[in-house]
């Protein structure tokens, strides 16, 4: 179960990452992050929601940092990481990124290499 909650804990820093793409995180993309999160991943949401609540308050990652850390865990893990399991967190970074005025173009080539290299993962 550890592992899983490392993949929870890794989208939730990218979701993040993505929704502090335009600088600031709006309210809209926070409640978006965590009833998306709760839906996708169920009782395992919290893992999610703490990791993004701690990145909110205290750690405040660049966009790089965040996108290179989820990509090292998912592939750490990658023998976890099944075609159900891809298209959820590819479903978690969209709907974080359209929940405030749609998805920007900076969002966009993010979400769009994110597509790209969890699709790679074997």
């Known amino acids: 179960m550890h592992e899983k909650h490392e993949l929870y804990r890794a989208i939730a820093v990218l979701a993040y990452a993505i929704a502090m793409v335009d600088g600031e995180l709006q ?9 998306i999160i709760n839906k996708e991943l169920g009782d395992d949401a919290w893992v999610a929601e703490s990791r993004f609540e701690l990145l909110e308050e205290s750690l405040m990652p660049t966009i790089e940092h965040s996108y290179n ?4 865990v998912l592939n750490k893990y990658k023998h976890l ?19 405030h005025d749609g998805t920007s173009q900076a969002e966009e080539f993010v979400i769009e290499r994110f597509k790209r290299d969890i699709a790679t993962l074997a």
Do not use: L, N, Q
């Open 81 to 99: 990481v099944d075609k159900p399991m891809k298209d959820r967190f590819v479903r978690v970074v969209e709907k974080v990124a359209t929940a």
């Open 69 to 72: 850390y989820a990509m090292f």
């Open 27 to 35: 309210p809209s993309e926070k409640e978006a992050f965590m009833g």
